[in-house]
């Protein structure tokens, strides 16, 4: 099944709430016939978007092509929370890649979230833009470790900007009693992604960059990446296609697997019904589930679990399950939108960078902690063509297994495991 195509309308956005308040941006041609350019990059996301724009400020032409239109990708529908750090913790990575790297990586998890806020400042791109990132644990044992890894943060790494919160410093937050207490990282932030990749495709267009829309790339061979109705002849080619590569390019798709994911937004709620500010949430279960407050204080809440590549039929009831445990008093609010979007995971959740031959660089499975990664990732994709490979080299030495059973098993295994742990986030084991 092509993801590109199983739950969305062609060179349609999804209907998100974002899609509904984001001024939408003027359609770009799509490709026709050949044309030159120094680097051709599929996908216009986070990562496709920065990619272009760092490369054609360094003075290169550059050609991105997006089968549907800018950020209808998980980019343009998700839950916009610019997360610090990386997706897995400081002491897991030192186990994993020795502290040396392990060190570098925090480096990049913080200029992740500072170039998010920089291009958003350059760019003025005006994308509700709020601070505060909150960690909330449904078990007290969660809260002890919690608290634990900011003591070590502060200690080894000398960050001081997450702040441990008891049950009752975290209801000074969050208005519900489920949770036994968590972190608030006053670092991380929130925004409206679909208006800040627009944003991004303004200020690259402006820089120069070539954008074409409903533009279906069918093959990526050395030299040249074709769609159904023309050719890019490039000598560098930029795979930023996350979810949905698909088929494309077999090597990556072996590293990254599709998961979808769903969002829900209620109608405008009294102040403090749900959250006391505007920060934003996520939780400890092994699903996430994740909110935040808009400006006229509607409920944005991501999360439900769905074991197919289509979207079900239901998504508002799908994730008014997790709502409603949450939020006990909100179990029969107003759900004005619904939508699904599709991300992608790798066996150890840390994104996987590679060059895959002379001239062919892809960044994806960013596990849920894409908005401020995949912004970085283009950027030291732009950075690694220009042969400065340093940041790349370090994301791209972390290592990156495939999943079991290849591409016709790999699905089964992870419906099984999905299924059990969603059932010891259920059971709270
Ligand atoms: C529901 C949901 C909630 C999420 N919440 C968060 C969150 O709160 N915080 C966070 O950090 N991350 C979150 N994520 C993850 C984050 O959105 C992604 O990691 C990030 O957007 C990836 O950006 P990208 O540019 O790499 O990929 P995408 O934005 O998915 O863009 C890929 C683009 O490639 C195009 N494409 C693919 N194949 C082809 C082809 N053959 N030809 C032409 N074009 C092609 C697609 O049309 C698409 O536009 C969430 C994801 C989802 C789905």
Redesign the pocket.
Known sequence: MDL?FANDRQGALPPSWYAEVTPPLAPFPALRGETRADICI???????LSAALHLARAGRSVVV????RV?????????????GGQRLDQIALERMVGRDDARKLWQIGLDSVRIVRDLIEEGEISCDLQSGALHAEWQAKGVTESHDYVAYLARHYDYTQAEPLDAAGLRGYVNTNVYAGGVIDHVSAHLN?LAYVSGLARMASAAGVTIHEK???RQVAPGHVT?EAGTVRAGQVVL???????G?HPQTAARVMPIN???VATAPLPRGAALHSRICAADSNFVVN?YRTTADNRLLF?GGESYGYRFPRDIAALVRRPLARTFPHLADVEITHAW?????ITMNRMPHFAQTRPGLWS??G?S???????TLAGRMIAEAIQGQTDRFDVMARVPSPRFPGGAALRWPLLVSAMTWYGLRDKLGI
Request: aromatic share 10%; net charge neutral; charged share 5%.
């Open positions: 590109l599929v996908g216009a996301g986070f990562t496709g092509l997006d089968a549907h950020g209808f990708g998980a980019s343009g529908r998700n839950g916009g929370q610019v997360l992604p533009s279906h790339v769609t930023a296609c996350n979810g949905y590569l698909g494309l994911n769903f969002i994740y991501g699904g979007g599709t991300l992608a960044a994806s960013y849920g902690h894409g908005v401020a990664m995949a």
